[in-house]
């Protein structure tokens, strides 16, 4: 089966394999966002926001796409393809009987209220859930703070399913986070 990464197209944006070819507008994109990201994400290693760190990052980001073990596109709005507009990503991904992904994403803080993250997310989970990946399941955690990507989850049709006491050191503390998952109605079997 082939589980290699694969451009998207939305109506609004332009998903994009991570490669080593995105560095320059992967930097830019953390350092226009430094501030609205800084109270979601862990600590940043030293250097992180560097052409050779993020060269680095995606050159690894292929090779976890190549194996099967993470997938993860960089997007822009298809009139802008000079700025990254965010990221999805579906990592630790599980074969065997759990078919099973974490999602994890990121938009720019000047983009958020337009349902640019919800269309973007809709065409990954369509495609994370069709015969080319034909995952069972996907799962986020999102600390239960951050309404608005809680919204969106449910929106998109995730569940609660628990919470995660002191699950990441997040801005300064051990942070709670929500598990949610969704699960993939047209599920056609465990592959052999």
């Known amino acids: 089966m082939d589980t290699s990464l694969h451009a998207i197209t939305t109506p609004r944006v332009q998903l994009v394999p991570a490669g080593v070819d995105l560095t320059d507008r992967v930097v ?11 109270p979601w994400d862990p600590p940043i290693p030293e250097g992180f926001r560097t052409q050779a760190f993020q060269r680095e990052r995606l050159a690894k980001a292929e090779g976890e796409a190549a194996a099967g073990t993470a997938l993860r596109w960089w997007f822009y709005l298809s009139d802008q393809p000079q700025s ?12 065997g009987p759990f078919q099973n992904a974490m999602l994890g994403y990121s938009l720019d803080g000047q983009l958020q209220g337009q349902g640019l993250m919800r269309e973007a997310l809709a065409a990954v989970i369509q495609h994370a859930f069709s015969a080319v990946l034909n995952l069972h399941r996907i799962q986020a955690n999102v600390r239960p703070d951050n309404v608005r990507s809680l919204r969106l989850l449910e929106h998109l049709g995730f569940e609660f399913e628990g919470l995660a006491r002191d699950y990441l050191f997040i801005d300064g503390a ?3 986070h929500q598990m949610l998952a969704l699960r993939n109605a047209g599920f056609n079997g465990i592959p052999e």
């Open 84 to 95: 990254l507009a965010g990221s999805i990503g579906l990592t630790a991904i599980a074969r």
């Open 174 to 176: 051990w942070r709670d």
């Open 28 to 38: 830019d994109f953390y350092v226009r966002n430094a501030t609205h990201l800084a």
